[in-house]
């Protein structure tokens, strides 16, 4: 079971970047599909990107599409989520999280319910 510390939040303008990290402990990483989530105050966590293992197949909500990457540095045990031209929309506790599927469908992946690890939050402000 791996564990999972996410890092790099912080206050931006609108229209600037971030990078999100989160580093996994466990020889197990490469094993698992993972995943970046969302939630804002008062509203439910919700899925924004997904990549499979071995990093073939990534996937993204409509409204993050063009502006955010995830990639994965199976060596280092670490998931990023790069995030341009952010919002204020964007503003939320961001979290992390594995998942005991290595390749799957974008339905899977944007299912909370699949995740097994996740990691405590990092906060994203965007002001505008």
């Known amino acids: 079971q791996v564990q999972l510390v996410e890092s790099g939040g912080g206050l931006v303008h609108t229209g600037g970047s971030l990078r999100l990290s989160c580093a996994a402990s466990?020889?197990?990483?490469?094993?698992?599909?993972m995943g970046w989530f969302r939630q804002a105050p008062g509203k439910e966590r919700e899925f924004v990107a997904a990549?499979?293992?071995?990093?073939?197949?990534?996937y993204y909500t409509n409204s993050v599409k063009g502006r955010f990457t995830i990639s994965r540095d199976n060596a280092k045990n670490t998931v990023y989520l790069q995030m341009n031209s952010l919002k204020p929309e964007d503003t939320a506790v961001y979290y992390c999280?594995?998942?005991?599927?290595?390749?799957?469908?974008?339905?899977?992946?944007?299912?909370?319910?699949?995740?097994?690890?996740w990691g405590q939050g990092t906060q994203v402000t965007v002001s505008s």
């Open positions: 990549i499979t293992a071995n990093s073939v197949s990534t």
């Open positions: 999280a594995a998942a005991n599927l290595a390749f799957g469908r974008y339905s899977d992946y944007a299912n909370v319910r699949l995740y097994s690890v």
């Open positions: 466990g020889r197990t990483f490469s094993n698992y599909g």
